[in-house]
């Protein structure tokens, strides 16, 4: 009976597995090791934050501009100098007379200064002082010692037709005396020189101007300034 039961058994388990070997999972052949799968763990990804690139900007203060104040000017007004030069070459109108270059003493007979060149009359003589004064008043027979230390010796008649250089400058001692001046050397022009020649200021104290001697001084042939003579 158990031999029946155990041969009924087996069939059944043989029947069960017939055909359904195609279709079941197959185990792995014994003594095979089992594959092993391995699990990787997931690459993790780092989100890094994008670098920003910080830029410093720096501010300068601006630039300090000093504005300076303008330059003051100051005109000074010009100075007027009048220097009476004497031409560089002689004008000398033909006919008329030179005296050398330098200061020569006379007296002015006339002065014309409407010419072109304008002219004057002029009567030379010698000037002398201290003790030749008195040697040559005392050889003219005049007296001896002389009055306030001068003499004048005029002894040649002769007249002299002088030049004027346009640019000569004339002075006067008693120009001022009128008007409650003291004597000295005061610029006049040489129209008041014509004036004083001719008689203009008789009865004044300009008169004595027309019978003191005059200073002229020549350069090239031509007179360039004109001063008088003060006689006290």
Not at 70 to 85: E, L
Not at 126 to 139: L, P, V
Not at 170 to 197: F, H, K, M, N
């Amino acid at each position: 009976m158990r031999v029946l039961m155990a041969t009924v058994a087996l069939a059944l388990v043989l029947s069960g597995c017939g055909d359904s070997g195609d279709t079941g999972t197959t185990p792995p052949p014994t003594g095979a090791p089992a594959s092993t799968a391995v699990t990787q763990p997931p690459i993790t990804t780092s989100s890094v934050p994008p670098t920003t690139a910080t830029t410093t900007t720096t501010t300068q203060p601006p630039a300090t501009t000093t504005t300076q104040p303008p330059a003051t000017t100051t005109t000074q007004p010009p100075t007027t100098t009048t220097t009476s030069r004497p031409p560089t070459t002689t004008t000398t109108v033909p006919g008329f007379d030179e005296l050398a270059d330098g200061e020569h003493l006379g007296y002015l007979i006339a002065v014309d200064v409407a010419g072109n060149p304008p002219t004057l009359v002029f009567d030379l003589v010698q000037w002398f002082t201290g003790e030749e004064a008195n040697q040559a008043a005392a050889e003219d027979g005049e007296e001896s010692p002389v009055p306030n230390d001068y003499y004048i010796r005029n002894v040649n008649p002769r007249l002299r037709i002088l030049e004027i250089y346009p640019g000569a400058t004339v002075s006067s001692a008693w120009w001022t005396v009128d008007q409650g001046g003291e004597i000295g050397q005061y610029p006049i022009t040489l129209e008041d020189l014509s004036d004083i020649v001719a008689g203009a200021y008789d009865g004044t104290a300009r008169e004595n101007s027309r019978h003191d001697p005059w200073w002229l001084t020549s350069a090239r042939g031509v007179i360039v300034s004109i001063d008088e003579q003060y006689l006290p």
